[in-house]
């Protein structure tokens, strides 16, 4: 069954560009994104592994560690990356998971027969410090993702978790934001969110982001 928002993420130990990696222990207390390409050497996939080497000072702010993986083998990431590296002006910065044996790619439901018989598609997983599922998405082989979008949802992800909001459709950083409907306490609303707030009706409240 497809892994749902909520569970735990299914850990395992896999070789990678970067040797045997066991999911758990190397994300130790960091937020985690893991993401599947179609194949190595292949063209928006290069796009999207520079792109996110050249984010990786975005992610590192936000305490996420990022990993790769395609079905293709360790020689071949290796030798990918050096492609990578020269044609997208980066230096891959992260591990890409070899999964020949298919074993992560079952467990994550990556595969989806009727899109393509073996090569995995673009599914990627958003994983918080407790091992929690918090973002699942899938995009069709032949459309890159948005890695900006992955960290206004890791934004608004650790802005629920630390502050008890929620963002509204759109929402970019430093925009109001939304107190959780779950807090009605007038007394705890107003300490904790002393910048003030608005209720346009009883569910719908806006706030300044708090962190900011
Ligand atoms: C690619 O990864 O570049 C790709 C894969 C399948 C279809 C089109 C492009």
Redo the contacts with the bound molecule.
């Keep these: 069954m497809a892994l749902r928002l909520g569970d735990i993420a299914p850990d395992f130990e896999q070789d990678s560009s970067e040797g045997p990696i066991r999911l758990h222990e190397w994300l130790g207390a960091s937020w985690g994104v893991l993401f599947s390409?179609?194949?190595d050497f292949?063209?928006?996939?290069?796009t999207e592994l520079g792109l996110t080497a050249k984010l990786k000072g975005d992610f590192a702010k936000r305490n996420v560690k990022v990993i790769a993986l395609s079905v293709d083998s360790v020689a071949s990431h290796r030798e990918w990356i050096k492609d990578i590296d020269g044609t997208q002006g980066t230096t891959v910065n992260f591990p890409i998971i070899a999964d020949g044996d298919r074993k992560v790619s079952e467990l994550y439901d990556m595969i989806h027969p009727n899109a393509n018989e073996t090569l995995t598609v673009r599914s990627l997983f958003v994983i918080d410090p407790k091992k929690k599922v918090r973002l699942t998405i899938t995009y069709p082989?032949?459309t890159g993702r948005n890695f900006n979008e992955i960290l206004r949802v890791i934004d608004s992800l650790q802005l629920t978790d630390n502050h008890s909001v929620a963002t509204p459709g759109n929402w970019q950083d430093g925009d109001d934001v939304v107190i959780v409907p779950s807090l009605k306490d007038e007394d705890v609303i107003k300490q904790k969110f002393p910048k003030g707030y608005k209720a346009v009706r009883p569910y719908l409240r806006l706030t300044p982001q708090p962190n900011k």
């Design positions: 390409h179609p194949a292949t063209p928006v996939c290069t082989a032949s």
